[in-house]
């Protein structure tokens, strides 16, 4: 059952479209990702939840109640933004107290309250000092057992590890989903980074121009990507428009026929193949020919840029300590056809 519900909810700046639309639904305890480049109107939209912007249209349901036009204070929801600073006066227990003294939370209960948040935050030996005297993670952290103090219904977090380099941001996304599970508390993420939102969300929420895209668990999205937006945006794809006129016909770019287990779909498709599906083969067995243009060492994986006839393709092979066809090559390639995927050719929502 849904418990926070976007219905038709939109944003317009004058003529500029920053949301449009958008119907979501998320259930209890869940984790939901907003993805998508910026300006696509990830913030937009967590903002509306938050109460911070009026949708120009739209509903906002929570637990089956209206709070479209709720107060931000009222709504009682846990907020982290990347700019969200804390209280620099304030230690780290009255940082994470703040919210609960709003609330009206009486001294004992109050202070029983900061300190298992922060032992939830392994940050109970830290509680004395001031934000000036911690790390970037741990401040985040404190920002964190801020917002879950004061156990709210739902988290909203926008960019909360933007600040952080790489290696202490994917430390933290592991906390963080352990923390959101243990706590089972729902959560709205807005990131720009695929694989953030891949490690933390149970589903993704992949938005372009003010439009969700797509909506699915992290695996579900990148195996059966919707588009090309989807597609490309979530990991690389080869992408080729195609049009079938009736089903079961085959499907052909410049003669060349590609693979595929879709009798059914007909009119204007994209074809998509992930470049991880494709295999260098020898002789007549080739879906098609070309020749390699580039070839990237990345540690755990090769990627190969090859050119062919139906245009430039990736092509990444997990890097098995042998060697790799090299620049220059003449190579054939295949896939299987269950690893393609015909979808109807997206049409821009506003
Ligand atoms: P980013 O990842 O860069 O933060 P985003 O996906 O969060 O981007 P939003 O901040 O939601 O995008 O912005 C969506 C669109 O709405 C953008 O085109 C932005 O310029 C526009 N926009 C946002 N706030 C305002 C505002 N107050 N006035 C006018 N336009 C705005």
Redesign the pocket.
């Known amino acids: 059952m849904s418990f926070l519900e976007l219905k038709g909810l939109s944003?317009h700046?004058?003529d500029?479209v920053?949301?449009a639309a958008c119907d979501l639904s998320v259930t209890q305890g869940e984790f939901v990702c907003?993805l998508?480049?910026?300006?696509?109107?990830?913030?937009?939209?967590?903002?509306m939840v938050a109460g911070f912007?009026q949708p120009t249209s739209g509903r906002i349901l929570l637990d089956g109640a209206d709070i479209t036009n709720v107060k931000p204070n009222q709504r009682g929801l846990g907020i982290v933004f990347q700019s969200y600073a804390l209280f620099p006066h304030m230690t780290v227990a009255d940082n994470v107290a703040f919210g609960l003294e709003m609330q009206g939370v009486g001294g004992g209960e109050r202070r029983k309250r900061v300190d298992a948040m922060l032992e939830l935050v392994q940050l109970s030996a830290m509680a004395g000092r001031y934000p000036r005297e911690l790390s970037g993670g741990q401040r985040q952290r404190v920002a964190l057992a801020r917002a879950l103090a004061i156990r709210p219904p739902v988290l909203l977090l926008?960019?909360p590890m933007g600040a952080l380099d790489a290696k202490l941001r994917e430390e933290m996304q592991i906390e963080l989903r352990a923390l959101q599970h243990r706590l089972g508390v729902t959560t709205i993420m807005?990131t720009?980074d695929q694989s953030e939102a891949m490690t933390l969300a149970d589903r993704v929420v992949l938005?372009n121009k003010?439009c969700i895209e797509q909506v699915g668990r992290p695996f579900e999205m990148y195996e059966r990507p919707n588009g090309r937006f989807s597609s490309t945006f979530l990991g690389k794809a080869n992408v080729f428009e195609v049009t079938r006129t009736q089903p079961g016909a085959s499907v052909e770019v410049l003669g060349h026929v590609l693979p595929t287990n879709d009798d059914a779909s007909v009119g204007a498709l994209e074809y998509i193949v992930r470049p991880e599906k494709i295999a260098f083969v020898d002789g007549g067995i080739a879906v098609v020919r070309g020749r390699v243009s580039a070839r990237v060492f990345l540690g755990n994986h090769w990627l190969f840029q090859i050119e062919t006839p139906l245009g430039t393709m990736q092509l990444t092979h997990a890097n098995t300590g042998l060697p790799q066809a090299a620049e220059g090559d003449d190579v054939g390639l295949s896939w299987a056809p269950e690893n393609a995927r015909l979808v109807p050719r997206a049409e821009a929502c506003v």
């Open positions: 944003k700046y004058d500029a920053a949301v907003l998508g480049p910026s300006g696509c109107g990830k913030t937009t939209t967590l903002q912007v926008d960019e807005v720009h938005m003010g």
